[in-house]
């Protein structure tokens, strides 16, 4: 999978709907979502942090703790997910989306990958709202529930970076839309509280916002909110 150096030490990793990121510190490999190649062997990963446990972020996370023993970190909402493999139900309705292209897009790579359903993690570590990591970037975990019940965002402060997760997306993988938003309701657990969780990034310091979906973001927080507040729920 290719892979590009957005910053010092924190490259992106796309299989075009879906980011991926690596942290690399001091010869220590954090992967953000799932497990890729950048040149460098399974082993060497310490660990997978997930911003959530959706069937497209966690990816082969079980295949990396098994394989390589690399501890794999989410937010103690979103842990029962990950542990069953059985998903939060949506508050909208995939119908809506039958008219769009993107909707058929990002459906197709999903399957191709395998990535429609939620491989369970027999074992994982989890974190807390404001919890700082000990592990390469130190990210700091920013709880943002309404995507999924454990939705956060990682601030790796010392890069001035903010790993959006699902939180905020650049691009809307059901109908297309680019820009600051929400996820779509077809894909949220609670979208009225995705919107009020946009709260949780007020005031966060970061130059580069690196979304799970879409392209990084360097018109800075304030803009991106207000954007994201103002395109609503979709």
Known sequence: MPA???????????????NFY????????LLVEAV???????DDLEAVLLTHAHADHIGTAERARATAGARVWVHQADEAMARSGKATRTDGKVRTYLLRAEFYRTLFSLARRGATRIVPVRELATFADGE???LPGRPRAVHAPGHSPGSAALLLE?????????VLATRNPLT????????????N???????????ALDGIRADLLLPG???PWTGGMTEALRRARAAGPS
């Open 22 to 29: 690596l942290v690399e510190e001091g010869g220590r490999l």
């Open 176 to 187: 297309g839309r680019d820009g600051p938003q929400i996820m779509p309701s077809g894909l």
């Open 4 to 18: 590009t150096q957005v910053t010092e030490g924190v490259h992106r990793l796309t299989q075009g709907v879906v």
């Open 158 to 166: 010392g890069h001035r970076v903010l790993l959006a997760g699902d």
């Open 132 to 134: 700082t990591l000990q």
């Open 213 to 215: 979906h879409g392209e």
């Open 36 to 42: 890729a190649a950048l040149g460098r062997r399974l």
């Open 189 to 199: 657990s609670d979208t009225p509280q995705a919107l009020r969780s946009l709260a």
